[in-house]
DNA sequence: TTGTATGCGTTATCAC
DNA sequence: GTGATAACGCATACAA
C-alpha cells in the first residue's frame, strides 16, 4: 500500500503506470479476471463483469505492460520489421503499410535498418535485439544474410519473408526485369542493356532483374544484355556508357537498377552528343521524384506500394493466425507496378 | 528441475535460454552475484568469482532478459529514435550514427518514423510504443508534435533533443539558410529568392531557413527574399517560375529546401529559355545523388552527419550518465555544414 | 565477499 | 463464473 495508482491526483507527471491490480480493484474483481477480461476471454463472464472491467481499465488508462506479458509468454509482441539499405524513396510508405498491417493482428511494430557496408555489426545489432526483445516475429524485406536467418531459427523466432507455405510468392524483381524489357522492346529498340549501380553494395535486386532481361532477350533471339556497372558520378558514368556503345551501336536501351542510374546514363549520353531517346534509351524504376522534374522526364516502373507488399501481408496473417485470411490476396505483377511513360523511352 | 537449460544437446534449435540462475550454478555463486557482476559492480567481489562468472554466462550464451530486467527496473533498455518524414537520402546514415551512439551508452536503438499525413495515428503509435515498451529515452529529430511531448512529460519519459540544460543548441536550419544567402550573395547575385516545397506537411525545416535568409537580406539592405512554393511538377514548377521572373527581374538567385526544389527550379529555367546560372541560379540543401549527375551540377549544401548530430549526441551522453561527456564536443555550423559547389550557381 | 528474500506485472492452472 | 496462487527472470536491500 505504499504506493497510489493515482495517488497525489497529478501535478501532471510521474504518476506510476495503473496496473491490472489497479483495475481489479476499481472493478471489484481479482486480477485473473482482469487479464482474461482484457485478452477477449469474455465468453465466460457475466456482461456486467465484462462491461466493469473495461470501464475501469480505461478510464485508469491502464496498459498491459509489455514487460510483465513477455516474462510470462517467454516472447513479447513486438515484431521487428528488417529494411535493407536501399535507399528507395518510399521505405517511409512502406514502413507505414507494414506497421499498420503488423497493428492489425494485435503486434506492435519496430523498425530495423540493415547497414552492409558494416555486416558483422548490422548482425550484431540485429541479434541483440532478438535476443533482448525477443520479437514474436521478424520480417524480412531483403535485408538479412543466411547468417541472420539461421540465428532466427536457433532462437525459435519466427521469420517473415513473404516465401511462406503454399502460394508460390510472385517474383517481383523477375517481373520487374522482364517489365522492362518487353517495354523497351515495344517501343522498338532492338539492342538492350542492364544497368546495374557499380557498388554492389546498394543493389541487393539487381542480379535478379539482370536475369530477367537476359531471360527476355533470350526468348526473344535479341542478343543478350549487355551489363553495365554504372557509377554514381559523371565521369565515370560517361566512360563506361562511351566503352559501351562501340560494342552495341546505337539506339541503345538500358534497363536500369533504379531512376538514379537511368538518370546518370541519360545525362552522360547528353554529355556525348547523343540523343535521349533516339540513341539512348533508359527506363528506370522506383518512380522517384527527381525523375519526374527533369528533361527529359524519366520513364520508369512504379509500385503500388500495398498491392507489391501483399506477399508478405498474407504471410504475416498466416504466420499469426490466419484470422484475415479470406480478405487477402496476393497482388500479381500486373497489378503491384506500373510503366510510367515518360520521355527517355 | 523440469527443464534442463541445455537440455537435449541441441537438435540445433528450441533451446530455452540460459537464465541467470543456470549462470549461477554453473560458476557456483548465488544469482544476486551474478546479477552483480554483470552489471559491472565487480568492485566488491575478488577477481577470480568475477572471471568465473563471466565466463560461465559468455559460455553459456547468457543474455539478460529485456522482460525480467524492465519488469523490476520499471523501464526498459530501449531508446526510440523519433524521424521527421522528411525525406533526406541519409537518413540511414543518421540512424546509423545515432544507434552507435546509443549503443555506447548501453542502450538499445529502436527506430520510430512520424508521419505527417496522419498526424493522430502516428502519434497514437508512438504513444502505444511508449507505454508498452517503457523506453529509456525517446530521441526526437523532428517528427514530434507538441502533444506529443506533452505525452513523454505526462508518463516521466525522458525527451532528448538537443535543447539541453547549459549548451546552447547549434541553430542548424538557420545557418543552413544563412550559408545558401552568404554563398549567393558572394557569387554575385543581387536578387535572393527562397525555394520551398509546396506541400508544407513535407517542409519541417523550411521556414527557419527561409528566415535566415530574410534575415540577411536584411542585414545586407537587399531586398527581402521572394517566397517560391514550388510544386513537384514540371508545369507547376514552371508556372511559379514565371509568375516570379516579372517581380524580380534577372538574374534571381534561389535559395532552396532542397535538392530537389533546386532541380525542379533549373529544369524550369530551362524550359524558359532561361540560361543556368547565368538568370537564375539554385542552391540547395542534401547533396544528394541525383544532383551530381545531372548538367548543370547542382550547387548545394553537404552535412557532416555526425557532427550535424554532436548536439544530440552530447544530449544524449547527458541524459544517461554523462560518462563521455569530456570526448564530446558539439560541432559549430561551419564544421557541420560545407558548400558542395556545382553549376548551378 | 557472498547469499537470502522479496517484488516487479502478467498469465495459466486449478480450486471453488 | 470467479478467485487464489504459482511461476516467469531479474535487481536489490539486507543479512550473514
Redesign the pocket.
Known amino acids: 500500500m ?2 497510489q495508482p493515482t495517488g497525489e491526483d497529478a501535478p501532471s507527471g510521474r504518476a ?9 480493484r476499481a ?10 477480461v ?2 477477449n ?1 469474455v ?4 456482461a ?3 462491461e466493469r472491467v473495461r470501464d475501469a481499465a480505461l478510464s485508469l488508462g ?8 513477455a ?4 516472447r513479447s509482441d513486438f515484431v521487428v520489421l528488417v529494411l535493407p539499405y536501399t535507399t528507395f524513396t518510399n521505405v517511409q510508405d512502406v514502413i507505414e503499410v507494414l506497421s499498420s498491417e503488423v497493428e492489425k493482428i494485435g503486434l506492435s511494430p519496430v523498425v530495423h535498418f540493415s547497414v552492409p557496408r558494416a555486416q558483422t555489426a548490422t548482425s550484431r545489432r540485429l541479434q541483440h535485439m532478438v535476443e533482448t526483445l525477443r520479437p514474436a516475429g521478424v520480417v524480412d524485406l531483403g535485408g538479412l544474410s543466411p547468417h541472420d536467418i539461421a540465428f532466427l531459427d536457433e532462437v525459435g523466432c519466427m521469420l517473415v519473408n513473404g516465401e511462406g507455405q503454399g502460394q508460390q510468392q510472385p517474383d517481383y524483381n523477375t517481373a520487374i526485369g522482364d517489365f522492362q524489357a518487353r517495354h523497351l522492346r515495344a517501343r522498338g529498340y532492338p539492342t538492350l542493356a542492364y544497368g546495374f549501380l557499380s557498388d554492389a553494395r546498394d543493389d541487393p535486386y539487381g542480379q535478379m532483374r539482370a536475369d530477367a532481361v537476359a531471360a527476355y532477350c533470350a526468348q526473344e533471339r535479341l542478343a543478350p544484355p549487355l551489363y553495365l556497372r554504372v557509377p554514381l558520378e559523371q565521369e565515370g558514368a560517361r566512360k563506361v556508357l562511351e566503352e559501351a556503345l562501340p560494342r552495341t551501336g546505337v539506339p541503345l536501351a538500358v534497363a536500369c537498377y533504379n531512376d538514379l542510374v537511368a538518370l546518370a546514363l541519360a545525362d552522360a549520353a547528353k554529355s556525348l552528343g547523343l540523343d535521349v531517346p533516339r540513341d539512348l534509351a533508359v527506363i528506370g524504376v522506383e518512380y522517384a521524384p527527381f525523375g519526374q522534374v527533369i528533361t527529359p522526364r524519366l520513364t520508369t516502373i512504379a509500385a503500388d506500394v500495398p498491392v507489391s507488399l501483399s506477399h508478405i501481408i498474407q504471410a504475416l496473417d498466416e504466420g499469426f493466425g490466419g484470422f484475415r485470411a479470406s480478405e487477402i490476396r496476393v497482388g500479381t505483377a500486373e497489378e503491384a507496378f506500373r510503366i510510367v511513360q515518360g520521355e527517355t523511352t
Open positions: 505504499s504506493r506510476r503506470p495503473a496496473t491490472s491490480a489497479d483495475v481489479a472493478a471489484g474483481v481479482s486480477r485473473a479476471t482482469v487479464s482474461h482484457l485478452n476471454q465468453e465466460r463472464f457475466s456486467e463483469t465484462v491502464y496498459v498491459r505492460s509489455a514487460a510483465g506479458r516474462l510470462v509468454m517467454g
